[in-house]
């Protein structure tokens, strides 16, 4: 299976010959959205045999281009015709922002200097030096990883690469988590132990508060220069972005290792974007900003490249199911969840993992034979904490089992409560 990576490159070229070409191929994109849509294309060999001679002829540039253009406009018009097919209005549309997409064979990139050479028109190029980060060196030294197409917009470059992920191995365990605003809980089983998990997000949240609160002081403030107030929400957008998906990336990274290290499987949930109906505005706006899709996909790509196994099971009912006897509640659940029929109680985005397993149990024989998953043994013994990643050269540690805290095998130790059990990964 291949991986894709999007290497994003600041760069500000004041050469006029980018500019032009950038121009140029807007209006190759729109020349051709109008032409699929007058002779109803929906194929790029088919629009390449209609429009490419015309185009050619009309537009000096390099030739490889135009294909490109058409792979652009295509794009454009299959959301175009999608919301038309599903009855929701949409206008004609257009490209506005410049911009040029190349594919591998059209530039050429020295993966030692980052610098980058871009076609204008016959053996006329642009030369333009991109700059390397640690991150960039690291991914463009490794061979693995191939070149493939080329983005550049005003102000940035894009490079995509594309690598061939590992095989899976076989899992001897899984790690299950219920993604929520502030954290990622669940349980680690194998065949001889379980542990229940907390991944925090890092105040994730609270920074999306100080910069909402942050956007709307300065769009009131500046609210008589729509300029202005676009250059600066720009770039409190850009900080928060920044802040938060480097949180993120730790997160995910740390997640990868610590399943690659123990051979176990992570399952999550296949979440999809919610509905805005029957809540209300303010709620509607922290889901919108809730990063779950974000964080997902960095855990997905990275546990693709190390190997991890990942499993994407339904989330429907696992915070009102009882992992022990299957019993569903219809009502509101509150923070912790109690079973009406066994009297079964443990905190809510806990059980929503627990029955996150179950179901990713239930639908794969490879994981079903490595981990021996028994929720009702939660009922009286104590799951005390095994691994904190937080302790200085991370790793797993030696903890009690908890047999020794039940009460009447030793007067000395007390049982501790649940929120003491929670293993805090980040």
Not at 13 to 39: G, H
Not at 157 to 177: D, F, N, S, W
Not at 311 to 318: D, E, F, L, R, S
Not at 352 to 372: D, F, P
Request: aromatic share 6%; with cysteine.
């Amino acid at each position: 299976m291949p991986v894709y990576r999007a290497l994003t490159f600041p760069v500000e070229s004041q050469d006029f010959r980018v500019k032009w070409l950038l121009e140029e191929f807007r209006r190759l994109v729109n020349e051709s959205i109008r032409i699929a849509l007058r002779d109803d294309i929906r194929s790029r060999a088919r629009l390449v045999r209609v429009a490419y001679g015309d185009l050619s002829n009309r537009h000096v540039v390099h030739k490889k281009y135009i294909p490109s253009a058409f792979e652009v406009a295509l794009g454009v018009l299959k959301a175009h015709r999608r919301r038309l097919k599903k009855g929701k209005s949409s206008s004609v549309p257009f490209v506005r922002r410049p911009m040029l997409k190349a594919e591998n064979q059209s530039y050429r990139l020295d993966r030692v200097t980052g610098r980058l050479r871009i076609p204008v028109r016959g053996n006329e190029g642009v030369l333009l030096d991109l700059p390397l980060s640690e991150m960039h060196r690291s991914v463009l030294a490794d061979p693995l990883w191939s070149l493939g197409s080329l983005t550049v917009v005003p102000g940035k470059v894009i490079v995509t690469v594309r690598r061939e992920a590992p095989k899976a191995y076989e899992p001897q365990g899984a790690i299950a988590l219920d993604t929520n605003e502030d954290s990622m809980d669940g349980v680690v089983v194998s065949r001889e132990r379980m542990n229940l998990v907390t991944v925090s997000f890092d105040r994730v949240r609270q920074i999306q508060g100080i910069h909402f609160s942050r956007r709307r002081r300065l769009a009131s403030k500046k609210a008589n220069d729509r300029r202005v107030a676009k250059r600066l929400l720009s770039r409190e957008g850009r900080r928060e972005h920044n802040r938060i998906c480097q949180r993120l990336h730790s997160v995910s990274k740390g997640l990868v290792s610590f399943a690659k290290e123990r051979r176990v499987a992570v399952v999550l949930e296949g979440l999809t974007q919610f509905e805005s109906g029957g809540h209300s505005r303010r709620m509607n706006r922290r889901l919108s900003s809730w990063p779950r899709r974000e964080v997902h996909r960095q855990i997905e790509y990275k546990a693709a490249l190390a190997g991890v196994p990942v499993i994407k099971v339904n989330p429907a009912w696992t915070s009102k199911t009882c992992p022990v006897c299957g019993a569903r509640r219809r009502d509101r659940v509150g923070k912790d969840f109690v079973c009406e029929m066994c009297d079964w109680e443990m905190d809510r985005q806990i059980n929503a993992g627990m029955n996150i397993l179950k179901t990713a149990l239930a639908s794969n024989e490879a994981l079903a034979r490595a981990v021996r998953f028994q929720p009702g043994a939660l009922r009286h013994d104590v799951v005390s904490p095994l691994y904190d990643l937080l302790r200085e050269g991370g790793g797993a540690r030696e903890e009690p089992s908890g047999v020794e805290s039940r009460p009447g095998t030793n007067p000395d130790v007390t049982e501790p409560r649940l929120d003491t059990q929670l293993v805090h990964l980040l």
